[in-house]
């Protein structure tokens, strides 16, 4: 397939995208919430298993490459940088 026939993502209307931005949030705020209360529940019975913090991490990282994704995929579809 040729490069020039690669299908490209359009930029999201203005509601489309707070409604996307708006929905990472949320997902961030709960993603903290739960890392907050399994990292409470870690420290109080100060076990050595590190999976609570280990996802946490993760579920931090896949948020903010979501939001990444989308600034810039913003950016390049109305003629910013890149």
């Keep these: 397939m040729p490069v020039a026939a690669t299908p490209r993502p359009r930029p999201l209307g203005d509601g489309a995208l707070l409604a996307v931005v708006t929905l990472i949030g949320l997902c961030g705020l ?28 993760l579920g931090v990282a896949v948020i903010l490459l979501g939001l990444a994704v989308l600034v810039t995929a913003q950016a390049r579809g109305r003629g910013g940088r890149g």
């Design 30 to 57: 709960a993603t903290a919430g739960l890392l907050g209360l399994a990292l409470a529940r870690w420290m109080a019975t100060s076990s050595s298993d590190v999976l609570p913090v280990v996802g946490g991490g």
